[in-house]
């Protein structure tokens, strides 16, 4: 039932940094979160993940530059993206989810999205 509401994207020059922030309306302590980025005709991308336990896992790609951070007293997941490379353009989508094996059962939740553009 939590909505989540993204900011911070923009247009930056590749090497450049950008802050990801979502806002949930409801508390995120036992749920796991995510960042995907998605572009047109293309699979949607998880690109960073933070368990309720504040385990983090990413994409390959963003390993090293990118940081996802939740604070739960405020109800915020934050990515760090640095070192912006022109591939990570994209649209840049919240979720959050029940730590769950079954798809059925993880209640996944999303955002509206921030666009992210990277120029060289």
């Known amino acids: 039932q939590a909505q989540l509401v993204e900011s911070g994207g923009g247009l930056v020059q590749a090497g450049g940094s950008l802050r990801l922030s979502c806002a949930a309306s409801e508390s995120i302590n036992s749920r796991s979160m995510g960042w995907y980025r998605q572009v047109p005709g293309k699979e949607r991308e998880l690109v960073a993940s933070?368990?309720?336990?504040?385990?983090?896992n990413y994409v390959g790609s963003a390993k090293g530059r990118f940081t996802i951070s939740r604070d739960n007293a405020k109800r915020m997941l934050h990515l760090q993206m640095n070192s912006l490379k022109v591939e990570d353009t994209a649209m840049y989508f919240c979720?959050?989810?029940?730590?769950?094996?079954?798809?059925?059962?993880?209640?996944?939740?999303w955002g509206q999205g921030t666009q992210v553009t990277v120029s060289s």
């Open positions: 979720s959050s989810w029940r730590e769950e094996n079954n798809p059925v059962d993880q209640m996944q939740y």
């Open positions: 933070i368990t309720a336990g504040s385990s983090t």
